[in-house]
């Protein structure tokens, strides 16, 4: 990175007890829960409803059948993570989710019933139906609005769209807000606050196929890394096997929840390939899907393969998933006569800023929650459906720590103020095709050294680009973020030499049971620092 330029004089400042960056369910139910404790701002760079949450079709996996326990959902996750989920990580996730997702249902959520019972699909990897879901398949954009209309209620909070945070303001190795860009206004504001937490969601825009929205561009692990905060796990990506395969961008979903109710994989031929790779077929590991779809078109020469929806039956294809049919019948696809051709797509990051099980990181004031957080709960592998229940918990637990920290030294504070703006960091837009094409090329489903070694070198080069300035575009700032979460996600992949969950190395196929543990990076001085951290074990 080129050396700062002198900074410009105080920028706007908007002090606030509790800042919220990003406003997903992580976001918003952390809000939701700090409210009672003092003056929350919230802050988006788009809408407040543009969110990874809002398009989430499967929906939520909780414990709450009768005919299920939280111990069976931890040993679902667990085994879904490949060996790297922090076991106590899990416990709180699948111990908590009942209750927490109840919560959701007294602020309105209207979950799927039958006869007065909620429903319960199943998904990839459960050994269970556990799965609830909202309007068939539109579960996130009924959490979202849940979750939007509490926070919309309080008058302590107070919501800014269009405001991107562009780095954390850390003084005294303390994190004392953000500096962040006012995009209606084409300005420079600074938020003051007490307490930060990144909740700024997904990376899938750094990966050329993604199913997230375009603002998944990995922008909290990047304000992190640029603070000094450690980074955990970053090689692992998930990609999910069926994104409609048709131009466009992003990728359109097509949920696992279709494989549940019991939609097949074929190829051109209409051959089933699935019970070649897996005992669970259709049903195995999600990373194990998408890999063996990638081998399927790579073998053929394709660039898709087929979801043949028919054993599903009209009437319930219709009844249950009707988002996604008529998205598909809107582009000209005909799912109750045809297979639909899908690919797979970069879809969830299981690493990111690491937070202890209270969110906090090593940064005092800053904490993260939610996908650009990791706390160990996903491991190698996110089991489908836990990544809202993630947010939800962990948005609760996150605010219950936030709420009890002790305002800044008032001299602190106004040091802060009277600080200069700073700079901010940006790269130019034309890089951003590139290191979603590296990404996809040499950090995707199979990787192998000497391609991640290419990419690697070509991120660190394009990182050198990353300019500083008074003022950026978003596109700009995104860039910037996207090129150095490559560079860590490629670092971080280079370095594990094995084959774990979504990491999966040609030249090392196996998993080594001397790799099961935590890959941490973190930036000292300029110069990055590699560290290792064993998985926990204990409860
Ligand atoms: C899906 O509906 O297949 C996605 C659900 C998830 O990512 O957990």
Redesign the pocket.
Known sequence: MKPSPDSSGPAEILRCRFLVVGSGIAGLWTALHLAPHGDVTVITKSRLRETNTQY???GIAVALPAADSPEWHKEDTLEAGSGLCDVPAVEVLTHEGPEIVRELIDHGARFDHLNGELLYGR?AAHGRNRIIHAHGDATGAEVQRTASEAVAGLPGVTVHEDMAAADLLVLDGQCLGVEALDLARGRRVRLLADCTVLATGGAGGVWRFTTNPPIATADGPALAWRAGVYLRDMEFVQF?PTALCAPGYPKF?I???VRGEGALLVDAAGRRFMPEYHELAELAPRDVVARAVFTEMTRAGQECVYLDFSPIGDQRLRERFPGIVDELQRRGFDPFNSPIPISPAA??MMGGVMADLDGSTALPRLFACGECADYGVHGANRL????LLDGLVFGVRTARTMAQTTPPDAALLARATAQPAGCLHALDVEAKPVIQQLAWDRIGIVREGQGLRDAVAQLSDLTEQIHPTEMASLAELEAANMCQVAWMAGTSALAREESRGAHYRSDFPESREEWRRHILLRQVEGKTEVSYQPVTVEE
């Open positions: 989430a079709q499967g998904e999910h979903l949920s696992e929840a879809h969830y489908a459906s836990n990544s």
